[in-house]
């Protein structure tokens, strides 16, 4: 495995251990793990991964080197990049972003290849300067976006794409992730997107079908869901998938916390400018907070059950947070999502400043209960497990495990679980706002499709203000599901 923090990064061994409640005359005791049926996608998730870091370690010597290929070693797939010079387009200047673009630098430091950042676009001017010049300043040597490669405006994303680039990172707010992953695709281009990557039925189901396009002209797809890329999540679901808690009855998962940013609206803004520049707070562009942050921890139970809930009924409002700058969007939110096997997830989210903040996920099994993110499991048959080791940087191993298949040519797609994930939450969203019981079947064919009508400024956005600047709030049992 990699360390992956930053320059001199070296090989490491991450050391997980089961610690014993109780041995007998000093013995070691080792717990049975049963291995299950169902250890299907977050099985092959970790073999995937386990494939990949080994191969990231490598990768640079193979490709780089002159020494002539063993006879009876398997020809590299056509489609393998090797160690030519990837070029890079970001799409969507925020902070994100830039973290985003400087990880996907940093695969070099981890022996994968030159990479440099050629083209940039943004919908506004300041957030590409202020991007430009922090990864100027941390990757001199990397960097190379002539004023001529800079683009602004809601079409920018297309004037970036038809520049000499292999791979575009997408990170613009989310609402925007669907079209700018089909255009990305139907243009050949590997893709690294953040989560989530889609606010509506219209746009899972868009996302969807550019993944099966992804597939068939062989591209790489990685999405910012780094939980899947953290080795202590690997093991811990690794362990549950082979039955160290037994048959999973009960899971939970929270995102509870004292919320984000607000910007106030400035003079002579249009009122498209300001929700722009406050995105976070109109469905629109975030998805409401279940969406945008929560999607994190319903990914995590999703890949443990190997599947996507199949109903969802669950409440939610405004409390708290109820100011003019707060939008539309709920502060909390609490969802009941059922499997197909009957499986229960109850989820929580929660804006409010002031309050207990919680950021994880539990299983609970008929022989025990396993605190996922915090990598603990404890078996009623008196052991009990905790990760230990040395933990690379999840958002650099998601990277290096992206470039790595682009490299090599090998198959990488994690739009399918992504979109699948992103409509989870929008599922748990829709059930919330309505105060009803929605099914996936209903809501992913949905018609729902929260986009304008008009990618302008000066055009109308899909929610607007009342006299006093407020926006209508959803309100369960009036508001329709989708």
Known sequence: MLRTGGRGARPTAPVAVFVPRST????????????LER???????????????????????????????????EPAPSNAFGDKLLRIALIGCGGRGTGAVSQAL??????????????????????????????????????????????????????????DIDLVVLATPPGFRPIHFEHAVSLGKHVFMEKPVAVDATGA??????????????????????????QRYLETIDRIKQGAIGDLTLLRCYWNSGGVWTRPREKGQSEMTYQMRNWYYFNWLCGD??????????????????????????????????????GEIFDHHMVEFTYASGLKMLSQCRHMPGTKSRV???????????????????????????????????YQVE????????????????????????????????????????????????????????????????????????????IPGVTPAF
């Open 205 to 230: 189901r868009k996302v969807l079908a550019a993944a099966r396009e992804a597939d068939a002209k062989g591209l790489r797809v990685g999405v910012g869901l780094q939980r899947r890329h953290q």
């Open 106 to 163: 940093h695969t070099a430091d981890a022996g994968l290849g030159d990479v440099k950042l050629v083209a940039m676009a943004d919908a506004f001017s300041d957030r590409l300067e202020t991007s430009l010049s922090e990864l100027t300043g941390w990757h001199p040597n990397q960097v190379d976006v002539p004023e001529e490669r800079r683009f602004t405006g809601f079409d920018a994303y297309k004037k970036a794409m038809v520049e």
């Open 24 to 35: 007998t005359r000093g013995s070691t005791f080792s717990p049975p793990l049963v291995k």
């Open 399 to 474: 990277h290096n495990d992206l470039f790595t298949a682009i490299r090599a040519g090998t198959p990488y797609n994690e739009a399918e679980h992504g979109a699948k994930s992103s409509m989870t939450s929008v599922l748990g969203r829709m059930a919330t706002y309505s105060g009803q019981i929605v099914r996936w079947d209903d809501a992913i064919n949905s018609g729902q499709d929260l986009s304008p009508a008009a990618y302008d400024f000066n055009a109308p956005p899909p929610v607007l203000p009342d006299e006093q600047g407020r926006y209508a709030v959803p």
């Open 360 to 394: 994880n996920e539990y299983a609970h099994g008929t022989r025990g209960t396993a605190d996922i993110g915090g990598a603990r499991i404890e078996n009623q048959g008196g052991w009990s497990w905790r990760f230990r080791g040395d933990e690379p940087n999840p």
């Open 39 to 73: 250890m299907n996608s977050s099985r092959r998730s970790f073999l995937k991964y386990s494939s990949a870091a080994a191969l990231g370690a490598s990768v640079f010597s193979t490709f780089g080197s002159a020494q002539a290929t063993p006879e009876d070693a």
């Open 289 to 326: 907070h279940i969406t945008e942050q929560h999607i994190h921890n319903l990914d995590v139970c999703n890949w443990l059950v190997g599947d996507y809930p199949i109903e969802a009924q669950g409440q939610g409002g405004r409390l708290v947070r109820t100011g003019i700058d707060h």
